[in-house]
C-alpha cells in the first residue's frame, strides 16, 4: 500500500509515518496543504490521509478540489473537530472516512486496511454504461440520453453503487459500509435524505422511479424503461 500523508504536526507526522513504514505501507509526507493537490494529482496512491487544518491549502478544501477533477482514490480524514455538522462538511466534501484526533493507531491502520480493500473492488472503467445510463467514474458525470445529471460526488456514489448491483438489492449496511464505512457516524436517516436528493435530481430528469425502497432492507436500482 502507498499512502500520501499531509500532516502539519511534526511530531504526530513523523510518528504515523513510523508507524505506518512499520507495517509495510510506503509513505510519503507533506507538511503544507498548497502540495497535497500536486503530489496526488501526479504520484499514484492508493490512500491519502489528510489533516483537517493545514497551512496553505486545509485537508478539507484540498479534498474537495480533487474530487471536482476526478480524483477517484481514497481519502481518510484527519481531525480534532469532532462535532457532526464537521463530519458531514469532511464527508461531503469527497472523503471516504473520518479519523478524530487523538486515535489509537490500530483504528488507524484498521481504517486503511478497510479502505484498501474497497479500493480494489471499484470497477476500473472510466466510462461504463449501466441500465441506460452513462457514468464517467474520473469525472463524477451521470448522463441520460446525452443529458448530464449533476450530482454531487456523494450522490453520484450512492448512484454508483446502485448501479453496480442493478436489479439487485443493496441493503442499507452494504450503503453505509460502501460510502461511508462502518465505522462513521452516518444513520439511516442520512442514507434516506441523500437518496431523496438523488431521486429529485433524477426525477427532474425523467428518471425518478428508478430507485426503488425496498421497506426495511436498502435501495434497488431498475433498468429504465
Not at 494529482?41 to 485537508?59: F, Q, R, S, V
Not at 481519502?75 to 472516512?97: C, H, K, N, P, Y
Not at 458525470?141 to 450522490?155: A, D, F, H, M, T
Request: proline content about 2%; aromatic content about 8%; hydrophobic content about 40%.
Amino acid at each position: 500500500m502507498r499512502v500520501l500523508l499531509a500532516e502539519d504536526d511534526l511530531r504526530l507526522g513523523k510518528l504515523i509515518q513510523y508507524m505506518l513504514e512499520q507495517n509495510d505501507i510506503t509513505v510519503e509526507w507533506v507538511t503544507d496543504g498548497k502540495d497535497i493537490y500536486e503530489y496526488a494529482t501526479y504520484t499514484e496512491y492508493d490512500i491519502l490521509i489528510l489533516d483537517w487544518m493545514m497551512p496553505g491549502e486545509t485537508g478539507v478544501e484540498a479534498c474537495a478540489r480533487l474530487r471536482r477533477n476526478g480524483y477517484d482514490r481514497a481519502i481518510l480524514m484527519l481531525t480534532a473537530r469532532d462535532s457532526v455538522e464537521d463530519r458531514v462538511t469532511g464527508l461531503d466534501a469527497g472523503a471516504d472516512d473520518y479519523l478524530v484526533k487523538p486515535f489509537e493507531f490500530s483504528e488507524l491502520l484498521a481504517r486503511l486496511r478497510a479502505l484498501g480493500r474497497r479500493a480494489t473492488q471499484r470497477i476500473q472503467h472510466e466510462v461504463d454504461e449501466i441500465g441506460g445510463f452513462k457514468l464517467n467514474r474520473t469525472a463524477n458525470i451521470l448522463e441520460k440520453n446525452g443529458k448530464v445529471i449533476q450530482l454531487s460526488p456523494r450522490e453520484f456514489q450512492l448512484f454508483d453503487l446502485l448501479a453496480q448491483n442493478i436489479g439487485i438489492v443493496v441493503p442499507r449496511d452494504i450503503i453505509l459500509d460502501r460510502i461511508w464505512g462502518l465505522e462513521a457516524d452516518v444513520s439511516s436517516n442520512n442514507i434516506d435524505s441523500y437518496m431523496k436528493m438523488l431521486r429529485k435530481k433524477l426525477d427532474a430528469a425523467g428518471e425518478g422511479d428508478a430507485i426503488k425502497t425496498i421497506r426495511g432492507v436498502g435501495y434497488k436500482l431498475e433498468t429504465p424503461h
